[in-house]
C-alpha cells in the first residue's frame, strides 16, 4: 500500500471530509448565490502592528499586506481587546470587553449572557463557516456553535492526522473505521491501549509523510504544539476552495496560529532578517519582566521571518480570491487577536503588561472593487468590528455589542470623546469583580496604563501616562508632569471599573 500522500492528495482529501462527517446545518434556504457579499474575517494569531512594515517597523516584514494595502482601508491605530488569545478573540466574537465578555482566564469562555451575542449570530441569513488552529478559539467556537454552520475541526487542516488516514484507507466505513483506528492506535487515549505494534507503525508513517514538509521548515514545522505539524499554505488553499464550494453568501472566521511562538518560518523566510544591522530600542526593564536566559533579538528575529511567511500567504489567498472571482463579492478582513513583545525584559505575551507591541494590532478591511487606500489614524478598537461588518453587510447593528461604527464609515467624528480600553485579568475568578488586573484607557493621543492587585507592586495600584502620538515607544512616562491628565483619565476608568464589576458584587 502506498502511504506516501502528496499534496494534491492531502487537498483532496482534506475536502473530502466536510460535508459528509460534520454534518453543516443545510436546513435553511441556502443554495442561491444572491447579491449579498461574503464576509471573510482572516485572523493571525499574535500579530502585532509594531512589526508591521505597513504600520512603520524598520524591517520590511509584509511586502505582500503592503501591496495588497493599495486597495484598503487600513487602521493604524487599532487595538485589541487584551494580550492574548482568549480575551482578545472573545473581544472580537463578541464585540465586548474583556471585563464584560468574561473570557478573561486562560481557555476560558464567555458568560452565558453572552452566548447568543456573538458575530456569528449577526449573519443568520449567510452560511457560517469557522476554523481555528489555536484550541482556546475552538473552545469559544463550542459556546458558539448553534451559530456556526460548518465548524471545521482543528485536525482537518493539520498535516497528520491518523483518523484522517484511517478514512483515507477504508473510504467505503469511515465511522467504523475511525472508531477501530483510534482505540488501536491511540495509546496515549485511556483504556484503548490495543496495540503498540500498530502505534509505531503510525508514528513512521507520520514520519515519512511529514519529512518532505519538514524539509521546507529548518525551524521545525509550524505547529500549535499538539498537533502533527500544519502548513498555512494548505489552510489558505482549502478555505478558498471551500468558500467558493458551498451556498453562498458566505460568512467566514479563520483564526491561524502563525505568528504566534513557535516561530518556525519557510526556508524562504529563513535568516532573511539575520544581521541586517536592525536596532531595538532599548527600554527599561517592565516590572512584569521575566528573568529568562533567551536572547529576546534572536526571537525578535525569528518572529519578524515568520510574518514574512503570513504575509506571503495572506497575498496568496487574497490573489486565488481575487482569480477566482470571489472578490468582487466579498469583503475580506485581516486582523489580528492580541500583540507580541521582544523588550522590557519580555519575549512573547505571556505577561500582565499592556505596552503597545502587546495590544496594537492591524486591522485592513478591503471592500470590493476598492482601488483606493484610506488611512486611518485616529484609535479604534477591535469591538467595532461587529458593527462595522453589521453594516458593511447590510445587517441591523446588533444592540448588544460595545463598539462604534468604524471611521470612513461613521457619519460623525467619534474620536473626539471615544474611549478605548484594553483589559487583562487572567487570574479572575468566575463571577467575582476584578480583584487584579491590567487596563489601559486611550484618549485621543494620550494612553494611560492602570495595573492593580499584582504581588510585583505588592497588592498596590501603578499608573502611568503616556503621549503615544509624540511617544510611540511609550519612554516617557508623564503621569508626574501631566497630573491632570492623569487623574481625569484614572478617575474614568475607575468609574467604568466600578460599572463593570457591579454585576458581580454580592
Ligand atoms: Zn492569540
Known amino acids: 500500500m502506498k502511504l506516501d500522500i502528496n499534496r494534491r492528495d492531502f487537498l483532496k482529501f482534506a475536502g473530502m471530509l466536510p460535508l459528509g462527517l460534520f454534518a453543516p446545518k443545510l436546513d435553511k434556504s441556502f443554495g442561491v448565490k444572491s447579491d449579498k457579499k461574503n464576509v471573510i474575517i482572516v485572523v493571525f494569531d499574535a500579530l502585532s502592528a509594531y512589526n508591521i512594515s505597513l504600520h512603520g517597523y524598520a524591517r520590511e516584514t509584509t511586502p505582500n499586506i503592503a501591496r495588497l494595502a493599495e486597495r484598503s482601508t487600513v487602521y493604524h491605530n487599532h487595538y485589541a481587546g487584551s494580550n492574548y488569545t482568549t480575551s482578545g478573540t472573545a473581544t472580537l466574537l463578541t464585540g465586548t ?168 518560518t519557510h526556508r524562504e523566510f529563513t535568516g532573511q532578517f539575520r544581521n541586517d544591522g536592525f536596532q531595538s530600542i532599548v527600554k527599561p526593564l517592565d516590572i512584569f519582566a521575566k528573568d529568562q536566559s533567551d536572547d529576546a533579538q534572536v526571537l525578535r528575529q525569528y518572529y519578524d521571518e515568520f510574518i514574512l511567511y503570513v504575509d506571503r500567504e495572506f497575498g496568496r489567498m487574497f490573489d486565488l480570491l481575487e482569480k477566482s472571482g470571489q472578490l468582487e463579492n466579498t469583503i475580506l478582513v485581516l486582523t489580528s487577536d492580541h500583540g507580541e513583545m521582544f523588550e522590557r525584559g519580555t519575549a512573547g505575551h505571556v505577561t500582565d503588561s499592556l505596552y503597545e507591541p502587546l495590544i496594537r494590532i492591524p486591522l485592513l478591511i ?107 515607544e511609550e519612554l516617557n512616562d508623564l503621569s508626574r508632569l501631566e497630573k491632570d491628565i492623569a487623574s481625569e483619565m484614572l478617575n474614568e476608568l475607575k468609574t467604568k471599573l466600578v460599572e463593570v464589576n457591579k454585576p458581580y458584587i454580592p
Do not use: C
Open 366 to 472: 478591503f471592500e470590493p472593487g476598492m482601488k483606493n487606500r484610506t488611512d486611518i489614524y485616529e484609535p479604534t478598537s477591535a469591538v467595532d468590528l461587529v458593527p462595522t461588518l453589521a453594516y458593511l453587510s447590510s445587517h441591523p447593528t446588533p444592540q448588544w455589542n460595545e463598539g462604534t461604527l468604524l471611521p470612513p464609515y461613521s457619519q460623525t467624528d467619534s474620536s473626539i470623546d471615544r474611549n478605548i480600553y484594553a483589559v487583562r485579568s487572567y487570574d479572575a475568578e468566575d463571577a467575582k469583580p476584578l480583584s487584579q488586573a491590567s487596563v489601559i484607557i486611550v484618549k485621543g493621543r494620550y494612553k494611560l496604563h492602570y495595573y492593580f492587585g499584582y504581588s510585583e507592586i505588592d497588592g498596590k495600584e501603578l499608573v502611568k501616562l503616556f503621549d503615544v502620538k509624540d511617544d510611540p
Open 97 to 264: 470587553l474583556p471585563w464584560t465578555h468574561r473570557a478573561l482566564k486562560p481557555n476560558g469562555t464567555v458568560s452565558a449572557d453572552r452566548v447568543d451575542h456573538n458575530i456569528f449570530s449577526v449573519f443568520k441569513d449567510y452560511y457560517r463557516i469557522a476554523y481555528s488552529h489555536n484550541e482556546w478559539v475552538n473552545t469559544l467556537f463550542d459556546q458558539f456553535k448553534e451559530d456556526i454552520e460548518e465548524w471545521i475541526p482543528r485536525e482537518q487542516l493539520t498535516l497528520f492526522s491518523s483518523d484522517r488516514l484511517v478514512q483515507k484507507i477504508f473510504p467505503n466505513d469511515r465511522d467504523i473505521a475511525s472508531v477501530s483506528w483510534v482505540r488501536n492506535i491511540k495509546i496515549q487515549q485511556e483504556g484503548y491501549a490495543y496495540s503498540l505494534f500498530l502505534s509505531k507503525l503510525i508514528s513512521s508513517i507520520e514520519e515519512k509523510y511529514t519529512s518532505e514538509y519538514r524539509l521546507q521548515f529548518p525551524r521545525g514545522l509550524p505547529t500549535a504544539r499538539a498537533d502533527g505539524g500544519f502548513l498555512l499554505e494548505h489552510a489558505v488553499d482549502w478555505i478558498v476552495e471551500r468558500i467558493a464550494s458551498v451556498p453562498g453568501p458566505v460568512f467566514g472566521y479563520f483564526h491561524f496560529l502563525p505568528p504566534h511562538d513557535p516561530y518556525r
